[in-house]
């Protein structure tokens, strides 16, 4: 039978809210066609200004939507299944990160289920983020995998990858965004530490970082070598270039990679 939505949200948070205005506002999904719940009024009435349905039944959305996105906090998951009891939702998709897909499917009694993942990053808030999405499930449907991508489409750059690297993609993707700012945030404050006002360290700071990634992007060589031709266009950078290898930048960095996928293997359900 026909479901009444077409994407039905459970949850009403950051991801969710940039999730519908990627959507509506791309004109790629009309409003009528999304409804979600969550138990907060206040976000509720914030999301209502781009023309979607709201409601405060989870059981609802979940039985009256074609896919239905669960984006609520992972801790909230176990909770939420006595709500949706006897619902049985046949396309799922999750932004929860660290609960798997057998999780889920057993979470709704197991059987046909098709569930995909998606693991956003702090940036897809405005737009610019990068995000792995397990699509699996649905390779026997290309129209429902086109779907669940356009969803994604709207929030920037999606990387098609397998649940079992979703531990790497999180500390990659998400964690590159956290290392960023910390990059930024000390390159701001050595700016000030030797003579710059805030407002142009932060200037140079972010554009720098910003133009770094655009050649990152752009250029076929791989970055060591951008690193040798960047940090010899000027001797002035050898010794910070050396500084910076002396104090194990490298190493700290996949130090830090390293932790995160190991805290998400020890997490994941």
Do not use: W
């Not at 939507?65 to 998951?77: G, I």
């Not at 290898?245 to 190493?251: A, L, P, Q, T």
Request: with cysteine; hydrophobic share 40%.
């Amino acid at each position: 039978m026909k479901k009444k939505f077409k994407l039905g949200i459970i949850g009403c948070g950051a991801m969710a809210t940039s999730v519908v205005k990627g959507a509506v506002l791309s004109d790629f999904l009309s409003p009528k066609k999304i409804i979600l719940s969550d138990t907060d009024e206040k976000k509720l009435d914030a999301i209502e200004e781009f023309g979607v349905f709201t409601c405060d039944s989870n059981k609802f959305v979940a039985e009256n939507s074609e896919f239905v996105l669960l984006a609520v906090k992972p801790v909230n998951f176990k909770a939420l299944l006595p709500e949706l009891s006897g619902c049985r939702p046949q396309k799922i998709i999750s932004v929860m990160t660290g609960i798997g897909k057998n999780k889920i499917k057993s979470g709704f009694g197991g059987g046909n289920i098709k569930v995909a993942l998606c693991a956003p990053d702090f940036p897809c808030a405005i737009g610019s983020g990068i995000l792995g999405l397990d699509m699996s499930d649905f390779d026997s449907e290309p129209d429902d995998t086109e779907f669940i991508s356009k969803i994604f489409d709207c929030l920037g750059t999606v990387l098609s990858i397998d649940e079992s690297k979703f531990g790497a993609v999180s500390a990659i993707g998400a964690g590159g965004s956290v290392y960023a700012f910390m990059l930024i945030d000390a390159l701001c404050d050595a700016g000030v530490k030797n003579g710059l006002s805030r407002g142009e360290a932060k200037a140079l700071a972010v554009q720098s970082v910003l133009g770094a990634a655009e050649m990152a992007r752009r250029e076929e060589e791989n970055i060591s070598e951008l690193l040798v031709k960047s940090s010899g266009s000027c001797g002035n950078f050898a010794e910070s270039v050396k500084i910076m290898e002396d104090n194990g930048f490298g190493e700290s960095v996949g130090k830090a990679v390293d932790s995160t996928v190991r805290r998400f293997k020890e997490t994941v359900e």
